[in-house]
């Protein structure tokens, strides 16, 4: 039986240009990412469905584990800088009364354990370096997101199951 390397996938939404896309998929391999494949969402989208912009599947704490190593500082930096131009933050209508677009973020999910970090557009620089730290085995369910208020990353659906 021979083992299949590890894949990056990335689902992209269909406003996601393609010179965009092409961008990120060669600051995750920048990264040390594994190979990745892109495929598009399909043009309707249903109820239940999550409101990100891209979706990367990919080993996700072997990637952060790499992100942290001296020789890949600048790949990180260009890669937070494509998180804002992927994500989206919302933006309010213009009478007030709701939003007029939704916040899209960039989800890094694990296709193993199916755990996913939330990367929102706005995103403070203490956040990604948590991030390059954080211990995934210590979380159960996800997405995670990073609250600002007590500067760390978290999982609502793990503190509600206590």
């Not at 990919?58 to 994500?87: C, I, T």
């Not at 309010?92 to 996913?116: C, I, K, T, W, Y």
Request: aromatic content about 4%; overall charge negative; cysteine-free.
């Amino acid at each position: 039986m021979t083992d299949v390397p590890p894949r990056a996938e990335l689902l992209l939404a269909q406003e996601v240009p393609d010179d965009l896309a092409e961008e990120l998929v060669a600051a995750l391999s920048a990264l040390g990412a594994p190979p990745a494949r892109t495929r598009r969402t399909i043009g309707h989208r249903g109820v239940a469905d999550i409101p990100w912009a891209v979706l990367v599947s990919l080993p996700l704490q072997a990637f952060l584990g790499g992100l942290g190593a001296e020789a890949m500082k600048d790949a990180y930096a260009s890669f937070k800088g494509l998180v804002r131009k992927v994500a989206r933050p919302a933006s309010p209508a213009p009478d007030g009364l709701g939003d007029a677009r939704e916040a899209r973020p960039l989800l890094l999910q694990d296709p193993v354990g199916g755990l996913g970090v939330v990367l929102e557009a706005d995103l403070p620089a203490e956040a990604y370096e948590r991030l390059v730290g954080l211990d995934l085995t210590a979380f159960s369910a996800g997405p995670l997101h990073y609250d600002r208020a007590q500067g760390r990353w978290r999982s609502v659906l793990d503190e509600a199951a206590g």
